[in-house]
């Protein structure tokens, strides 16, 4: 009886033993975990994001997938159907030069490790692009919102002075340094500056590198090589407004000369 208990002492022991072995021998190895040098950048069109990709694996590394994202979107153009699949080693250095596409929704760019078990690791890299006033003008037509500017006395209040013929006054920049102003329907008469509507043709306009003012040029009708530049300071601007400031002289009228604000709404070209 007692050599019987042994035995049996015996084997359940010999089996503890290799159901431990077993187990150890199975344990999973953990997903690999990934880590950015930045997962964050702000910058302007032209200019480079860029950041280093490590990753910490139990199992042997596989693959590097980057997805890359338009605001919540899959951008499908990128790689195969949005993803690219990399086979360098670790760590890895990724850049990314801004352009338009991140002007009105963020980009972002999904990292994710996967080793020979295919378990998966990830991280984002996300970059905004700030509108550059370059942009916005060439993106949209602007059409003339609002003048605010005082006529005889400079304590008197700014007020309104834009005309209904003015209100459908829409400027065009192209990426070229052309522009022009279509005047609308409502033209050649209506008071103001309207009554010599087609006299001044806008053909050219600058923007100082700083993006402080804006130069915009036109010419006699008459006499091409009779050139005015009139200058406009930035006030602000985004994708639907643009606000300028331009010195406006009526002291031959018997006014003051004066800083009037020249506000602009964005619409579709």
């Known amino acids: 009886m007692y050599k019987l208990k042994f035995k049996m002492w015996t084997l359940l022991a010999v089996l503890f033993a290799g159901t431990f072995t077993i187990t150890s021998c199975t344990k999973e190895k953990a997903a690999p975990t990934v880590s950015l040098s930045d997962t964050t950048f702000t910058g302007k ?33 990128y790689g195969t159907n949005g993803t690219m699949t990399v086979s360098s080693a670790l760590p890895y250095d990724f850049t990314y030069v801004l352009n338009e596409e991140g002007a009105e929704t963020p980009v972002r760019f999904q990292f994710t490790v996967v080793d020979q078990e295919d378990q998966t690791g990830d991280a984002n890299f996300v970059i905004t692009t700030d509108i550059t006033l370059a942009y916005v003008l060439v993106k949209f037509d602007w059409r003339l919102n609002s003048k605010l500017g005082k006529l005889f006395a400079e304590s008197e209040p700014e007020s309104e002075q834009i005309i209904d013929c003015e209100k459908d006054n829409v400027f065009t920049f192209n990426a070229d340094g052309t522009m022009s102003l279509d005047f609308g329907e409502l033209t050649g008469s209506g008071g103001g500056t309207c009554d010599f509507d087609g006299l001044s043709v806008y053909s050219t306009y600058e923007i100082s590198n700083d993006e ?58």
């Open 45 to 77: 069109i032209g200019e480079t994001a860029s950041t280093t990709l490590s990753a910490v694996t139990d199992g042997e590394y596989k693959e590097l997938r980057i997805t890359k994202y338009l605001g919540t979107d899959v951008d499908d153009s």
């Open 212 to 269: 402080s003012t804006l130069s915009m040029s036109f010419y006699n009708a008459f006499d091409p090589g009779d050139i005015t530049t009139e200058v406009y300071t930035i006030k602000d601007y985004s994708l639907t407004d643009l606000v300028t400031t331009t010195p406006i002289d009526l002291s031959a009228f018997g006014g003051i000369e004066y800083d009037w604000t020249y506000a602009f709404k964005a619409q579709a070209k």
